[in-house]
């Protein structure tokens, strides 16, 4: 039986999962719930895992997979063991495409994980599991810079992006500032300002008119190579 503070966090954990695919830091989980202190947080969080709702990816910052939700009577099973590539939130039913199905992304250059640098349209393209992408129209981006490792976003990893020009408040987007610079933040809005967050300690916000910001798509996913 889940205490109500425990049953909310494993609910906002789930939604942000299947909104960008990146578990939610200790900071947006502490507002959500409206806690005192992120050692509340570990708290919920450290009783989730014995319970068997939650799991910590091992070797990456601030990764959370959610085994059984909320009402799930099934005994927790174990997940295996090994560091996923690619975060994407578990799928509600069973997915029946071909495990070798594979789509040509169009792979639009490099990313800034920091300060903002030229996304370029380049003519090369990237293979992904088609499994690892939802509806919608995707693209790829190649990511420099370490501002969002505590995202689990890392120099080099390929960001899988849907393209859209909307996206909520909290979201990590494909942010075009002043029509051509490009990045990859959380995207926050202060009245007539918008606020591009890192999820670095050592990077500072960034702030722009609204008119100076367009948001070109949102995360939907990872793949990391290893050479």
Request: hydrophobic share 40%; glycine share 8%; net charge negative.
């Amino acid at each position: 039986m889940l205490t109500a503070k425990q049953r909310e966090l494993i609910v906002f954990i789930q939604q942000r999962l299947e909104e960008t695919g990146i578990s939610p830091s200790f900071e947006e989980m502490k507002e959500a719930l409206d806690l005192k202190s992120k050692s509340g947080v570990h708290r919920l969080i450290s009783a989730l895992e014995e319970r068997g709702f939650l799991r910590r990816l091992p070797n990456r910052a601030r990764a959370l997979e959610v085994i059984r939700e909320p009402g799930d009577t099934t005994p927790a099973r174990s997940a295996p063991a090994g560091d996923n590539v690619v975060q994407m939130p578990a799928p509600r039913a069973p997915q029946v495409e071909a495990a070798n199905d594979v789509i040509e992304l169009p792979l639009h250059g490099r990313i800034a994980a920091g300060a903002p640098i030229e996304a370029l349209e380049g003519q090369s393209t990237l293979p992904v599991p088609a499994a690892l992408l939802g509806p919608g129209e995707h693209y790829a981006l190649e990511v420099s810079g370490d501002s969002m490792v505590e995202a689990g976003i890392f120099d080099g990893d390929f960001a899988l992006v849907r393209r859209t020009n909307t996206a909520r408040d909290g979201e990590i987007v494909v942010a075009l500032v002043r029509g051509e610079e490009a990045t990859l933040k959380y995207l926050r809005r202060e009245g007539a300002q918008v606020r591009l967050d890192p999820a670095n300690a050592a990077y500072d916000p960034q702030y722009y008119r609204l008119d100076e910001v367009e948001v070109q798509g949102k995360l939907a996913g990872l793949l990391r190579r290893y050479h």
